[in-house]
């Protein structure tokens, strides 16, 4: 296990703006027993954004299947208002194939250049990582002791070119920086993480930094085969069955010779080669079922003793770092290979259900088709019956509205008649008064005048 308190480690880069150099590496400071140093590109790995990665140093001298588990942070501290400090944090285990982590777009180069932003000030940046290392496989070399630290920051040692795996020597410029160190839990750090910070996303790390700029002649291992179309465990087994045999076979018979023989004579490298290119040519399920991981390494490991080219015995090494990484890791992608082929073949049956299933649901949709086509012309027809009954209606409707015209007309002759008829009535019952009046008169003349004739007598005078 690693350290269990943060160790914070502080880089300040001086003449910033006029560095040229393509990619600058910190000196190395210990955390957790490891070795550690931080890379800067101050043009960028992407264009107009610094970059900043943490690596291994010593990844290249670490035995085979090193690792390190860590949690770490890092800052770009803005001199001028520390509430506006960019820190981004992240997690990662580094490996052999995979010893670098970081920002390629950490911050915009325009914000550090502008100096009213105070991330630059007297041309000198300041960089911080806080780390915590929570596992190791395979510790660094002790750290060599240093005298008493003082108070003040003193400029730091040169710092080492990366190894020849990198780039070599030669090629890399150092750069004049100061550094200090502090170990402090995380939580406690006046920083902390900032508000105004840029959050981290997943997009923003990538695996590894970019690679040098300058090129270093290699020897490169042979390669696999053209990919071909997957096979299962039985069909590899099978094919490979004869290869395995002769290689094991090869590999006995030199392991035989080796030992039967009374002088340190030389292998044959070449044959050593050879059979190293087979295992090589073989797929990683031929080399799991014949646990041949073991055959592979004996034969790196005699290459790499009687190797006299450096590249090559850091080729070796490397390739024997990745077969003790395949190692570990093989059997799982392979069960997990195995278990999404039985998925498959699985998920082909549910397919043919599912295909018989859908040829059902065509045929009922065909006919559901049909029936909504027939109820669709229906619907036409009663349309066309509903509008010719609303046109009818209308007819209806607009005759309705003259006859009560001409009712309301004729009511209006109507109570214009009535109220004559009842000035008619008046006059008709004062005419009646009037007549019965004169009837009376009448009779009352009447009744007189037959008194008077009565009373003169005319029945006494000669009239004739």
């Not at 150099?21 to 590109?41: D, T």
């Not at 070119?161 to 090629?171: F, G, I, L, R, Y």
């Not at 607009?398 to 009712?407: D, N, Q, R």
């Not at 109570?415 to 008169?441: C, M, P, R, T, Y």
């Amino acid at each position: 296990m690693g350290d269990a308190t943060p160790f914070k480690f502080t880089w300040r880069i001086n003449n910033f703006s006029t560095l040229t150099q393509k990619e600058l590496y910190s000196e190395v400071f210990y955390a957790g027993g490891c070795q550690w140093r931080l890379i800067v590109y101050p043009k960028g790995s992407k264009a107009d954004y610094l970059s900043i990665y943490l690596e291994v140093a010593d990844s290249t001298s670490l035995p085979q299947g090193w690792s390190r588990d860590a949690k770490y942070s890092i800052a770009v501290i803005n001199q001028i208002n520390n509430s506006l400090t960019v820190r981004k944090d992240t997690e990662h285990v580094f490996k052999a194939f995979d010893k670098d982590w970081g920002f390629p777009s950490f911050i915009p180069l325009s914000k550090i250049k502008n100096s009213a932003e105070g991330y630059l000030v007297g041309d000198t940046l300041i960089l911080e990582v806080e780390i915590l290392v929570r596992s190791v496989k395979h510790y660094s070399k002790p750290e060599p002791k240093k005298e008493e630290a003082k108070d003040e920051t003193k400029p730091s040692e040169p710092v080492a070119a990366p190894p020849t795996s990198q780039v070599p020597s030669s090629e890399k410029e150092v750069v004049d920086t100061k550094a200090k160190v502090d170990t402090k839990p995380l939580n406690q750090t006046k920083e902390g993480i900032q508000a105004a910070a840029t959050p981290t996303t997943d997009k923003e790390v990538i695996k590894s930094s970019p690679p040098p700029s300058v090129t270093v002649e290699t020897k490169i291992p042979p390669k696999d085969p053209p990919s071909e179309p997957v096979k299962s465990s039985q069909d590899v087994h099978a094919t490979s069955k004869g290869l395995l045999t002769e290689l094991a076979s090869r590999t006995r018979t030199m392991s035989s010779e080796t030992s039967m023989s009374n002088q340190a004579s030389k292998p044959d490298v070449q044959q050593q080669k050879e059979a190293l290119k087979g295992f090589l040519n073989m797929p990683l399920e031929a080399i799991q079922l014949a646990n041949a991981y073991g055959n592979i390494e004996g034969i790196i490991l005699t290459l790499i003793q009687h190797s006299k080219d450096l590249n090559e015995k850091t080729i070796l090494q490397g390739l024997l770092s990745c077969l003790a990484e395949f190692k570990e890791s093989a059997p799982m992608v392979i069960t997990t290979a195995e278990t999404a082929q039985a998925r498959r073949t699985s998920l082909s049956g549910k397919t043919a259900e599912l295909d018989a299933k859908l040829a059902q649901t065509h045929e009922e949709l065909s006919s559901r088709d049909a029936e909504f086509l027939r109820l669709s012309t229906e619907e036409e027809k009663l349309e066309d019956q509903i509008q010719l009954l609303i046109k009818q209606k209308e007819d209806v409707v607009a005759h309705k509205k003259s006859v009560l015209v001409e009712l309301e007309k004729s009511n209006k002759e109507a109570s214009k008649d009535l109220e004559e008829w009842k000035k008619l009535e008046s006059e008709i019952k004062q005419a009646n008064v009037n007549w019965v009046g004169a009837q009376e008169k009448l009779a009352l003349a009447n009744v007189r005048w037959k008194l008077y004739k009565e009373d003169l007598g005319l029945g006494k005078l000669n009239i004739s």
